[in-house]
RNA sequence: GUCCCCGUCGUCUAGCCCGGUCCAGGACACCGGCCUUUCACGCCGACAACACGGGUUCAAAUCCCGUCGGGGACGCCA
């Protein structure tokens, strides 16, 4: 529950802030909605974003998640103005401020064996007590840690916790004023034998040299604050300030990854399945984020001037996707989101996704920027009202860019196959508009309705079966439309060729 | 287990700091209606929540305490 807001405390001149992915798989959308705060903070603020690689994970880290997370920020229009850096391209800063906490006594050489640790913490774990580490070589004497060390004794270097009462204090932005006991922190771990440097370390060092103002991060990262503070102080940096993000979770309550919840979790799914990179922003912004009067949508200039951290809930949100769902294949809202952006935004801006969906399907002609572009325009802006994703153009609309289209199984039963009469009917109706004048909507409803009531038809039957085989539809935008948009040509061709959808042994 | 965080409709959330205007508002989803010889859009309407229990108060979603529930962090991972 939200009890007091905290200023932002934007008081340095420059704003600089980043995303800093380990590139250990694609990007996810928890992550691409970090990186998507990170950057509204930076335009609004008029500051800096830049995309650092953590990629010192070199077991796990590969060039085609780095370029995964390139791609799929890209793509989100989430553009940064500094970087990639990459983390392990610093490990030598990072081993350099290792070396000057120990000297200033910061720090200190530890040389038991993760033997010997493993088991002082499984004893503790055991006797249900907490475990931190006894700081057994913290008491050794400096020249004794030297003289091992010089011998070449395996050993980590540890971070020296000041001992004492006293706590770390910060202000988070989003989740208000924190606390740790200096007792509750144990002597961690800093660099490791082998001379590598870890997170928390590494982390703070790069940040520092970044000069990063404000670290805007997943609420994962809330509990290693204050270890980072004690960091940035031994090194006498100034200390930036923190944002933690709410964490996203599934309908189960469990944070949202690739292991369990594969594909729709990733950016490039998303992309994959005819969502508008904006959408996809809007709806990720929305999780876990909200201006005071409700708005929803949002231009790029809008929500950079709307957008504010303090608006950040510190309440996990949920990704509303249900497994296996017929209806739904991933959280309602961001198919609702993409639908609302498909039917409102400008139909040139949109023209421009819907080639790009023709032209993988191959059903690109050159001529709709062209001669047709008109034409290209009209039909999407005909179509698009009941779609919710690119996708739809190429499937449900396949008719207005192809002749190749199927018949949808409802509307070949219901409204054709079951009114025979359609097979003779039909191709007639062919011939009639074949001779009409001129194809326009007047014209062509007039001419339908004619024939239909010149030959006492039900007026239903017909229209329904001309827009099942015309258009492979049962349902679409107003018939008449439909007819003008597809034209005459292949609309009597369509009709003519109706009989070929019923089967053989029907024929009377 | 220890430390920390969170808890308003199914979901995203407004309201909470500065108690009354909240028998809790919006959006998505769902259901019904209008429109449409189709479906969608649009419009109208319905359903639906202050986790629980104690306080404080004339009055609590809002303040205090406790309980329960959920999450995170506790590595020579990042």
Avoid at 247 to 255: A, E, I, P, V
Avoid at 343 to 362: G, K, Q, S
């Amino acid at each position: 529950m939200r009890v007091s807001h905290c200023q932002e405390g934007v008081t340095m001149n420059e704003v600089r802030v980043r995303f800093a992915p380990s590139p250990t798989g694609y990007l996810h959308i928890g992550g691409a909605r970090t990186a998507i705060y990170n950057w509204l903070f930076a335009r609004k603020h008029k500051g800096t974003f830049i995309l650092r690689i953590e990629d010192t994970d070199t077991e796990r880290s590969t060039s085609e998640s780095i370029q995964g997370i390139l791609d799929g920020l890209e793509w989100l229009g989430i553009t940064w103005d500094e970087g990639p850096y990459f983390q392990s391209a610093n490990v030598g800063n990072h081993r350099d401020a290792a070396s000057r906490l120990l000297e200033s006594g910061h720090a200190y050489r530890c040389f038991c064996s993760k033997e010997e640790l493993d088991a002082k913490r499984e004893m503790a774990v055991r006797k249900k007590r907490p475990y931190k580490y006894d700081r057994t070589c913290r008491r050794l004497d400096p020249d004794e840690s030297a003289r091992l060390a010089a011998e070449g004794r395996p050993h980590v270097i540890r971070f020296a916790v000041p001992e004492g009462p006293g706590s770390v204090r910060f202000s988070d932005i989003v989740y208000g004023d924190m606390e740790r006991n200096l007792e509750d922190i144990e002597d961690f771990v800093i660099l490791r034998s082998d001379g590598t440097p870890l997170y928390l370390l590494s982390n703070a060092v790069d940040d520092i040299h970044d000069g990063i103002t404000h670290v805007i991060r997943g609420q994962d990262g809330l509990a290693n604050t204050p270890r980072q503070i004690l960091i940035y102080e031994a090194l006498g940096a100034p200390i930036p300030r923190f944002a933690h993000m709410p964490l996203t979770l599934d309908l189960k309550k469990q944070k949202i990854s690739k292991r369990t919840h594969g594909e729709v979790v990733a950016v490039h799914f998303y992309r994959e399945h005819g969502f508008l990179p904006w959408a996809l922003v809007n709806y990720l912004v929305l999780l876990g984020w909200h201006t005071s009067d409700d708005r929803e949508f949002f231009t790029r200039d809008e929500l950079i001037e709307a957008f504010s951290l303090e608006g950040v809930s510190r309440a996990n949100s949920i990704f509303n996707y249900q497994p296996g769902d017929k209806k739904f294949f991933t959280d309602p809202k961001a198919l609702s989101i993409n639908a609302h952006y498909i039917r409102t935004m400008p139909v040139e801006e949109l023209a421009a996704y819907v080639r790009e969906e023709l032209e993988e399907a191959e059903l690109w002609n050159a001529e709709y920027e062209t001669e047709k572009r008109e034409w290209f325009l009209h039909v999407i802006d005909l179509i698009r009202a009941r779609y919710h994703t690119l996708k739809d153009f190429i499937s449900h609309g396949r008719a207005y860019f192809s002749e190749h289209y199927a018949i949808e199984e409802k509307a070949l039963k219901k409204n054709l196959l079951r009114h025979k009469e359609l097979r003779e009917i039909l191709p007639r109706l062919a011939d009639c508009l074949d001779e009409l004048e001129s194809w326009d909507l007047v014209g062509v409803e007039q001419a339908v309705r004619d024939f239909i009531d010149g030959q006492g038809l039900d007026s239903g039957m017909v229209i329904n079966g001309i827009r099942a085989i015309v258009t492979g539809q049962s349902v679409g935008p107003g018939l008449f439309d439909c007819l003008v948009a597809i034209g005459r040509e292949q609309v009597v061709t369509r009709l003519r060729k109706t009989p070929l959808i019923y089967p053989p042994e029907t024929s009377a």
